[in-house]
């Protein structure tokens, strides 16, 4: 039986009015902008990775605006400190005690600038509270706000000055999407919408939906219902990552988890109370590729990680029937 919130269709239409919002500062790109709030009923944390330029911040603050809830922005840069992020012990004269000051990590929704022009010391402290949503200093462990996701956005490694992200890191973005260039009808309403820079910020945007309306609709998605066939398809996916000629790494089980954590955001979003293929397939693409590691013969025969995807969901068979659905 579907959730109370999907099966009353006010999750979708919640849903579409983030997107709409989000949509107003964000043009042509409803794609993406589906992707990344899908990201976050999933909890879980998302990649942007594009060219300078095309707008990955401008959907990051403009989500964020849409929630309301707190939320930090934190510039990522050569010299940034570990503890710039997580927060530092100090010495206070007024109480003669140390006292804990939180860095930019404590809000519901933090944007990482540039993720990857941080050196990899910095880039590490995300992970313990990206994958346990606490922050350890110090030997005290500060649980994070809930909710809590990241999102990050970062320029392709082949740009000056950037680190790639270690694979281990990688692993905890639930999805990484691209922007891409907006089509010519999107970029000419652009100019007309946004050509004075005053106009149109995502700062500007009012929140059509408070935190505790996304931790309900959390709560909803992670009831929604995978028929055993379907989880049986996920961990056949996963395991024909691993086994594939051209991978020398394939998807971890915390990979699959959250390829089935979007399948039930989709569905949910879409009014369902259960998962069907189509949503696995749709989004095994911005879950699972930046997982996969090429083996160096394949990387320089010239296949991508999205050819072995492509592979692996042509040949795993789909479940049909009953199996598939709403079975339970």
């Known amino acids: 039986m579907a959730p109370r919130y999907v099966a009353d269709g006010a999750l979708a239409e919640t849903f579409e009015a983030v997107v709409a919002n989000v949509a107003r500062v964000v043009q042509g790109k409803d794609d993406a902008i589906r992707l990344a709030v899908c990201c976050m009923l999933a909890e879980g944390h998302l990649l942007i990775e594009d060219v300078p330029g095309v707008g990955k911040t401008t959907l990051a603050k403009a989500l964020g605006s849409s929630v309301g809830c707190s939320w930090h922005r934190i510039q990522f840069t050569p010299d940034l400190l570990p503890s710039d992020v997580t927060g530092v012990t100090v010495y206070s004269r007024s109480t003669g005690a140390f006292e804990f000051r939180p860095g930019g990590i404590f809000a519901n929704i933090v944007l990482g600038d540039e993720i990857n022009r941080a050196s990899p010391k910095t880039q590490s402290a995300l992970l313990e509270a990206m994958q346990e949503r606490q922050v350890t200093v110090d030997a005290t462990t500060y649980p994070l706000p809930e909710p809590f996701m990241v999102i990050a956005t970062q ?59 996304v931790a309900a609709m959390a709560e909803a998605v992670r009831l929604v219902h995978v028929a055993p066939a379907i989880g049986e398809y996920l961990v056949d996916l996963a395991d024909a990552t691993r086994r594939h000629p051209s991978l020398a790494l394939g998807v971890s089980p915390r990979a699959t988890l959250a390829l089935q954590g979007a399948a039930r955001a989709r569905a949910a979003a879409s009014g369902r109370g259960y998962v069907v293929p189509d949503d696995v397939k749709a989004l095994a693409g911005p879950v699972i590729e930046h997982r996969l590691v090429l083996t160096p013969e394949a990387a320089i025969s010239g296949i991508g990680p999205g050819d072995v995807l492509d592979q692996v969901l042509d040949r795993v068979p789909i479940p049909s029937g009953r199996a598939a659905g709403r079975s339970l």
């Open 155 to 213: 320029n392709p490694v082949e740009h000056e000055g950037t680190y790639p992200l270690p694979e281990s890191q990688l692993d905890r973005f639930l999805m990484r999407i691209s922007m891409g260039y907006p089509d010519r009808r999107a970029e000419v309403a652009m100019l007309h919408n946004h050509g004075d820079r005053r106009a149109g910020a995502p700062d500007e945007l009012g929140a059509v939906v408070r935190a505790e309306d």
